[in-house]
């Protein structure tokens, strides 16, 4: 029997957990789990020993190389944004099939990715870049109000915030650019989108690439974002017409041929405005909770899909289903934080027709720490008929969950609409 390929997994925290990676995965190979050293992977470290040959990764890309070079891997990927730049650099050096060193470069820095579209003439947004405080007002003047500060890199809306006045906006970008953990920010244009109703006016596009071309094989829908950006789940299939799909589909090819991607897969989160699809951004590797989105779907599997294309089969995409519509509404932590307690009526949600799970994503006794960003206390997931169905299901879902939560005024117990204020 001829031996198995090797597909080495450059890992941390990211869009699916190292039990979903291992079970997709490994019926095309034997997984190597080529481990970023962070916080993370050390708290998960036994867990992943217990799946899978574990390789800690050198922050030295040459050594790192040379060391998965003795397992002699036939595929490199990642599920994880913070991993981008080192599977980029550890499959140029082993000759794998990968985003570009120079790819990744764009996909990871907010601000690059706009100056190379703007170069190509795709979709061109004001945007600038801040190191420090006293760019602030040559970015104000470049992008106008209102706008987008965020970092140049980042993921799941950390630190993203819209400016609608010009003072305080300089005292946020102070704030942002001078702290322990400050880096780049960039002020960007800030795209208003269209009435959609009760649902969120943007979508992704999920997309695979196989030698330069790309086949969009979802249209992901999303609810209304919470203040400031926080995203609170999304579902498939998007309640748009055809002819803002096809537009949104083609928006998505320029941007993959303008940023150069050749292989893999691609998560494009495209805002509905007046005018038409406009981009917010483009990741290079597959979107939170698509993996979920799939299992409950079934058909098309976009983890084997990233398996095999990165083992560079020639392979025939196709589409997700869009016969129903699958969902995942997660409840938003309280942006002050707190000490989780306790989860009340999780069996009462579950006993709703069409709800399939509900998943505590912050376990009782974890201290949830202010933020602004996207984090989540419960996932609830699900499989109706139509949008309007999920619209009632995912009402009644909320209301039937409380959280006990101990601050700094003592313990209290949260609705779900009272956490997402």
């Known amino acids: 029997m001829a031996d198995r390929p090797v597909i080495a997994v450059v890992y941390d925290l990211g869009a699916v957990s190292p039990l979903t990676i291992v079970d997709h995965l490994e019926p095309l190979g034997d997984v190597l789990m080529a481990l970023r050293r ?51 650099e550890l499959a140029e050096r082993l000759g794998l099939p990968f985003h570009s060193v120079e790819t990744v470069g764009l996909l990871r820095d907010k601000y690059a990715m706009r100056a190379r579209l703007r170069e190509h003439g795709v979709d061109a947004v004001r945007s600038a870049r801040l190191e420090g405080p006293a760019d602030w007002p040559a970015a104000l003047a470049e992008v106008g109000l209102p706008a987008v500060l965020k970092p140049a890199t980042g993921q799941g809306s950390r630190d993203t915030h819209l400016i609608t006045e010009e003072a305080a906006g300089a005292r946020l970008a102070e704030e942002l650019l001078t702290g322990p953990d400050a880096g780049p920010m960039v002020l960007e244009e800030y795209l208003r989108g269209r009435d959609c109703g009760p649902f969120g006016d943007y979508v992704s596009v999920e997309s695979a690439v196989v030698d330069g071309e790309a086949t969009h094989w979802q249209v992901t829908g999303k609810y209304p974002l919470l203040p400031p950006f926080r995203e609170p789940g999304q579902y498939w299939p998007a309640p748009i017409d055809e002819a803002e799909r096809a537009a949104a589909l083609a928006l998505t090819t320029q941007v993959i041929a303008a940023l150069g991607i050749r292989t893999g897969i691609t998560h494009t989160e495209l805002k509905l405005t007046a005018e038409g699809p406009r981009l917010i951004e483009l990741n290079g590797r597959l979107g939170g909770y698509q993996s979920w989105l799939a299992e409950l779907a079934g058909g098309l599997d976009p983890m084997e899909l990233a398996g095999r294309i990165a083992l560079g089969e020639k392979v025939e995409v196709g589409h997700a289903p869009t016969d129903r519509v699958y969902f995942v509404r997660s409840v938003q932590t309280p942006r002050e934080g707190g000490l989780l307690k306790a989860v009340h009526g999780l069996r009462e949600v579950l006993d709703l027709p069409g709800v399939e799970g509900a998943t505590v994503m912050s376990r009782p006794g974890e201290q949830l720490p202010p933020t602004v960003s996207t984090a989540e206390l419960v996932s609830v997931t699900g499989i109706v008929e139509d949008h309007a169905a999920m619209l009632a299901v995912v009402e009644q879902a909320l209301g039937r969950l409380t959280f006990t939560i101990e601050g700094p005024d003592g313990e209290r117990t949260l609705t779900s609409a009272e956490c997402e204020v």
């Not at 470290?45 to 998965?68: F, G, K, N, S, W």
């Not at 070079?69 to 595929?75: E, L």
């Open 38 to 88: 962070s916080e993370h992977t050390e708290l998960n470290r036994a867990l992943i020993e217990e799946l899978a040959t574990v390789v800690d990764l050198d922050p030295d890309h040459d050594v790192a190389a040379e060391e998965l070079r003795r397992h002699r891997p036939d595929a490199l990927l990642t599920f994880s944004e913070t991993c981008l730049g080192d599977a980029a």
